[in-house]
């Protein structure tokens, strides 16, 4: 099992910046794509950013130039630096995680979410 624990979410006002954390444990042999996900109220869960175990980074155009993704494989975390947020970026954002935990078995694994709220 590979278990994600999401950090960093909380109240800022617009303009502000917030930083996420994923963190990754148990076992496996290796985490291919990591990706911050987000869902909003009423909304479908959408793909935020995602970065690959050499580095590939990929965003979605409403967060382009705001938002960067990073990883940190010898810490098995993933971070999500917000800046200048908008009251749109509010949403539960989550962690995914997909890889290999042998050369037969794969996973795609959910963290449970942290809240991010953009009001003044």
């Known amino acids: 099992q590979v278990q994600l624990v999401e950090s960093g979410g909380g109240l800022v006002q617009p303009g502000g910046s917030l930083r996420l954390s994923c963190a990754a444990s148990?076992?496996?042999?290796?985490?291919?794509?990591m990706g911050w996900y987000r869902q909003a109220p009423g909304k479908e869960r959408e793909l935020v950013a995602l970065?690959?175990?050499?580095?590939?980074?990929n965003y979605a155009d409403s967060v382009k130039g705001r938002f960067t993704i990073s990883r940190d494989n010898a810490k098995n975390t993933m971070y999500l630096q917000m800046n200048s947020l908008k009251p749109e970026d509010t949403a539960v954002y989550y962690c995914?995680?997909?890889?290999?935990?042998?050369?037969?078995?794969?996973?795609?694994?959910w963290g449970q979410g942290t809240q991010v709220t953009v009001s003044s």
């Open positions: 148990g076992s496996w042999f290796s985490i291919n794509v």
């Open positions: 995914n995680a997909r890889g290999d935990y042998d050369f037969r078995r794969q996973f795609d694994s």
């Open positions: 970065i690959t175990s050499v580095g590939y980074t």
